[in-house]
């Protein structure tokens, strides 16, 4: 249960349901928080997370396979809960492109206009180029954030590779 559950920076029962197809997860986390097993109640309402390192050393227990396959789960469950910045995270973690794109395309613009510029172009940066290049929202702005953070060759650059500058 702990090392399934810990795949996630953060998680509610709900997600460790999902994760681990267990009924009880619920009484599983209230042992584990009673029990202090490096396990704290975010202040945002039924949200938990290890421990930094209790987690790492949790995730290394996992193989890749199974590793991707609860990032899979993470990411449809973060994308039906609306939390779009961890559904892209793992997606992006589970190797699947294709639905990172689509959520990226979705979340890009409120990124870019709510100032998280460094989380915008890392997901633009975890994308494969050719995505972001094709896509004419992704790549202006991709052009934008970069000269927004003072980056005004790679935006000038990325400028010229995109179709439409030919």
């Keep these: 249960f702990l090392v399934r559950t810990a795949v996630p920076d953060r998680f509610t029962v709900e997600l460790c349901r999902a994760l681990t197809g267990r009924d009880d997860a619920g009484a599983l986390l209230d042992r584990a928080e009673r029990a202090n097993l490096f396990l704290g109640r975010l202040p945002a309402g039924d949200w938990y997370r290890y421990h930094g390192l209790f987690a790492d050393y949790l995730r290394s227990q996992l193989d890749d396979d199974e590793r991707r396959r609860l990032q899979e789960r993470a990411a449809d ?8 910045s961890e559904a892209i995270d793992n ?15 979705h ?3 409120p990124a870019f206009e709510t100032g998280e510029l460094a989380t915008l172009l890392g997901w633009l940066e975890a994308l494969p180029p050719e995505s ?8 202006s702005l991709q052009a934008w954030t970069l000269f927004e953070t003072g980056q005004v060759g790679a935006a000038l650059a990325g400028a010229a590779r995109h179709p439409a500058s030919s």
Excluded at 77 to 84: K, T
Excluded at 91 to 105: K, N, T, W
Excluded at 132 to 139: D, I, N, T, Y
């Design 77 to 84: 469950w973060f994308e039906a809960a609306g939390l779009a």
């Design 91 to 105: 997606a992006l973690a589970a190797g699947r492109a294709e639905q990172a794109i689509r959520l990226v395309e």
């Design 107 to 109: 979340a890009a613009r």
């Design 132 to 139: 972001v290049s094709m896509s004419p929202e992704l790549a």
